[in-house]
């Protein structure tokens, strides 16, 4: 809730001509940005009733709001995002929820909507001249980008070199977040928020503060996503 309720101060406080500004993905203003979290909690929701199908494959349905307004984007986003709250508040973390290219938990499913929400919050502050402070929140989108390694690798096309991985990272507070098994010699260390923007495509690996000790690590730093393929 913390993630939705930051981002939405933010809309909420945007003068009508900065809905149009562009942000860094080609062809998307900001409006794009809020209709596409829109959509895609509509998706989830959808996806947290047991109706998949709606979102992947030849039944897939439609989505999109009726009112592009800033108002309306607005509203409508704050409909779905507290509808899909409500499905998390039912379920079980033992529960799954199909998406994408499998089942997963239900507490993956829900750190994927507040990394979702995070990275495209990230792209919405910059283009409003805004700034989005790093949280501890980040150690969800840490994780989950880490589990998601292997489906990165299958996605990219990508051999994975042999051995054991880790991640190393320095969090927000100061504090250290390790993610994998000890005593490995493929670590990826640095900042989480470097490891989180280069794992939801906002920044490249070698723009961050991200070393590598290996080819595994080196190669996990190439392909890492924590989202669904495109």
Known sequence: MAEYDRLDRLLTGLAADEWGRPTRAPGWAVSDQVEHLLISEQAAGSALDGRSSEVFGPLRRRWGPLDRSPEG??????????????????????DKVVWGAGPMSIRSFAQSRLMETWAHGLEIAAATDHRFEDTDRLHHVAGLAFRALPYAF?????????????????????????????????????????WCRVATRRMRPEESALVTTGLLSAAALTVARAYLAD
């Not at 984007?73 to 033992?94: H, K, N, P, Q």
């Open 73 to 94: 984007l607005i509203s409508g986003w704050r409909a779905v995002r507290s509808a899909t709250v409500e499905r998390f508040t039912v379920r079980s973390d033992r």
């Open 154 to 194: 299958a996605v990219a096309g990508v051999d994975r070199p042999a051995g054991e991985l880790a991640i190393d990272l320095t969090a927000p507070s100061g504090q250290r977040w390790w993610f994998g098994p000890e005593g490995t010699g493929e670590v990826i260390r640095g900042p989480a928020g470097d």
